[in-house]
């Protein structure tokens, strides 16, 4: 399984929520039943099991991101900066994968998907929030 290919489409349907204010669990049904993707069955279990911890425990991602971000608001943030930063912060604090992997592969979905200091923004935010959690 991708991993890699499976936080992208997930990063897709957090953006897709974001843009239309629709919850991500109900944003991963309508992606589901469009089903453009390739993607394997370990792949969509994983983008399931996200979306879903991501709807369920998106006061606290939400609440982490805005204690952590400095010099911004959370509403004043873009939308793929914003999505980027919600997997990651999901994935860090109820996951069970090494931080560093989750900020590598999250830098690198800003660096294809933000403007120039995108990546930069998100690696300073996500440094914070790995830093509180390790205390």
């Known amino acids: ?72 608001s959370l509403e004043r943030i873009g939308n793929v900066e914003k999505a980027l930063l919600k997997i990651a912060t999901y994935e860090i604090l109820f996951e069970d994968v090494p931080a560093e992997i989750v900020v590598n592969e999250v830098v690198e979905l800003a660096k294809k998907y933000g403007d120039e200091k995108s990546h930069e923004f998100i690696n300073g935010v996500l440094a914070k929030i790995v830093v509180e959690k390790n205390r």
């Open 1 to 72: 399984m991708s991993r890699r290919v499976a936080r992208e489409e997930l990063f897709k349907i957090v953006f897709e929520s974001e843009l239309t204010e629709v919850r991500i669990d109900e944003t991963l049904t309508n992606y589901m039943l469009r089903d453009e993707t390739n993607l394997n069955t370990n792949e969509k279990e994983f983008i399931e099991k996200y979306s879903k911890g991501m709807a369920l425990n998106d006061e606290k991602v939400t609440e982490t991101l805005k204690e952590n971000i400095t010099g911004w």
